[in-house]
């Protein structure tokens, strides 16, 4: 397990020990999941223990029969670090305070009483080798006589039950209101010490840290272990956590409870997080109104005033509304729906949102230091008088323009230190100019075990097996700076998954600046066709999130390799260095809209040169792809489930609808108990009903089973003649592998839609699994002639194919 003993010595060791002396070891239960790349911590206390050596040799080690040797590099650095965790850990029960009984209960071994002479051993001679090679100064805790063998171990890890009772004793001392103002706590402990008795060298070391990171600004300090260990202890006992709705995919929502620091977590039903909120929220939630305020990019944040024109009600009080008020309605569960509605309901207007205080706020950092620098994605600045604030940048001044209460950087790229001043106080941050490429040993890769990929059933399957070239021949454009600054957000967001809420945030900030672009839902689309993320829900929670897909190679023969998964700038500049040594050259082949990713081949004049190249790219080839089918049947027994929606086919959405009887259309059905994603029942009179687990998935088979052209192909590109229908992402991938030419959203007929350029050889392929109707000389039907008739504009038909009424005004409506 040498990668993971150097992953420790890196994260715990020489990261820290880059800012100055380590006094403390911090071990976060986060850590482990991200090391071992799994969700579920105790999987990762498993994988952790089974990466120690044998118990015998633990013993050795922890008595001295085993030390280490003079000179030697360390190999006990991970055995440390379990010592440190174990004594942190959430798993660790709060009764629990002696060490051997906790070292007993983690390896199923009895070290009661057991002689611990070789820790210090360990620590000490961790100590010389820091400083010996890496120039790190390792400050080792004194020696306690009383437990003078365990001594330096239970004082450097941090936050112990020791740490954890002085910070609840700091917390009787601290207003309730004050108990997340950083300077309070600073100051505080600063001028009262001997009220929290002795503590250990890791508290005062990881408060020094707190404390300079709180100078520093821009909430830095937030992400210190101090402040993490704080608010778990004030989270104990006070309600402060926030209730937010994300508007997600198909018309429904998300709920996330968001605690002040840290990320959001999602939950099921509100219910989940009223004991965490506080007391007039938790009685919004009993009584199953809950008014919600507008944070912008379909993110609502409940409250607990009244005046609000969007809702989150219970079904109950939902059945009680009139129906004349509503305007729109989207559930979230069997239990609870989003209502907007005309005016407000309550009494007053709605009351000003606060100030925000002055600094830095957003942005997407990377690294452990640097925001990304490339607005509308840059951090944003806010103070109480937002056109009192100026910003400079590399020592320029920079144009600010403002949103909402905010101040942004206007539309351009940056990078150095970005320094904001307003009223006599100023705020730096380092902004570069794109993401890092992401190391494979941090991207958290796809697991069926633990993810259920959106494409379902086609997951993994392409049309055909063909790997010749069909390059796509229509003109190509390079993308828009928006896309490419989305792309830079998105790939450094997306290596240890990403929620698609979180997602479709980052895609709608790109945006923002724009009058006319496509749906925020196409651009994220555009991305998971193009093969650099997989749209995912978690197989044990009602959850959905995206996960970064790997970089690989496509051969198309001895001299022609295609590029597949993400391309942000940073792989594309070290791709075409290694394409340079190895002999050969990248190409750029630019999509057929702004709004589609590029895709790149490696020319090579030889077979050994494509070697060579893949070799110096570290590029593993793309798997090969399994024949795919146009639908799988299941056909289950809804037994226990009940509708929660039903699909408006003109609009691709699902609409509220509780209790219905499935009749005639699509359904999204959810189990009221348990917590279990949605399904989507497909219900067409003379066909046996079917189940799916993806909704885009479903929405396909259903027009599949409706009958008609599902498709249309006309100048060199298939699109949707239905609402919201999408290709499987994998049959997207093979597509744009074989023509060269990735899909996306494009303006080119007048209206937005989502096209899929392709040759006649894809095409083929394509409608032997969903019908395609191609361009002919005369309209597709002589009901879209009709439809597209100017003279026709005012008249509707009824298509008996879709079984809807369809008019002009409809088809050329506003894109």
Known sequence: MASFEEECIERYFLAPGNAGPIGSVYVADEDLLEIFGLAELEQARKQFIRSLPHVSILKSRFSGLTSPLPGRNPDYVRILVFLCWIQTTKLRQRGDRDFRQLLSKQLSEDFTGFKMNGLDMMWEHLQQFLQRVHGIELVLPGIIPSISRIGRTLQIAFPTWRDKAALRKLRQYIAPDHLLDPLMIANRISTSRYLLGDTMQSFEYNFERFDSARKRGHREHEATPFWQAWYGVV?????????????????????????????????????????????????????????????????????????????????????????????????????????????????????????????????????????????????????????????????????????????????????????????????????????????????????????????????????????????????????CGELVTIGEGLYERTARGLPLSEAVDIVRRGISLLDIHPSEWDILRSFADAGWIEPTFLRHFPARRLLQRELSAHSVDETTIVICGPTPLAVIDRLSVAALAAGGAIETFNGASPWSLPRYVFRAPTGNVCREFLRRAELVEMPKCSPAVPDRADHGDPHGFRVVGKLIREKGFFAAAFDKEMTDGLYRIERPEGRMHFYYRSVVPGKLDQNYVSPSVALLSHHLRLGGDVFEFRDGAVFACAARVKLPSTWARWASNLSVCNPGPSRASGSWRYEYPAGTAAVAAISKLVPVAKQTGLAPSWREGFVRSASNRDRKIYDNRLRQIRSAARMHGKS
């Open 235 to 479: 989270a104990e006992q006070a309600s402060i956590e926030e209730l937010e709705v994300v508007e997600s995919d198909f018309g429904g929502y998300e709920l996330f409870r968001v605690p002040p620091v840290g990320e959001r977590v999602s939950i099921s039903t509100p219910e989940e997080a009223a004991k965490l909120v506080p007391k007039p929220l938790a009685r919004l939630i009993s009584s199953g109104m809950i008014f919600l305020e507008s944070l912008g990019y379909g993110r609502y944040r409940a409250q607990a005033k009244t005046p609000s024109n969007v809702i989150l009600m219970h079904v109950s009080r939902f059945s009680q509304c009139d129906r004349a008020t509503i305007r729109s309605s989207a559930s979230v569960n069997a239990s609870w729906v989003v209502v907007s509605v005309r005016g407000y309901l309550g009494e007053g207007a709605p009351a000003s949102p606060a100030k925000r205080e002055f600094g830095w706020h957003d942005g997407i950092r990377v690294g452990s230091s640097a925001y990304l620098g490339r607005s509308p994605l840059s951090p944003s600045i806010a103070g109480p008088v937002p056109e009192a604030i100026k910003v400079e940048v590399g020592g320029r001044s920079v144009d600010l323009l403002r949103v909402g209460d905010d101040m942004v950087l206007s539309p351009g790229v940056y990078s150095g230190t970005a320094i904001a001043t307003s009223l006599g106080k100023s705020q730096e941050i380092l902004i570069v100019a794109r993401a890092n490429e992401i190391g494979e040993t941090r991207r958290l890769a796809f697991d069926l075990a633990r993810d259920i990929p959106e494409d379902d059933f086609h997951y993994g399957t392409a049309p055909s097996g063909g790997t010749e070239l069909e390059i796509w021949g229509g003109d190509r454009v390079p993308p």
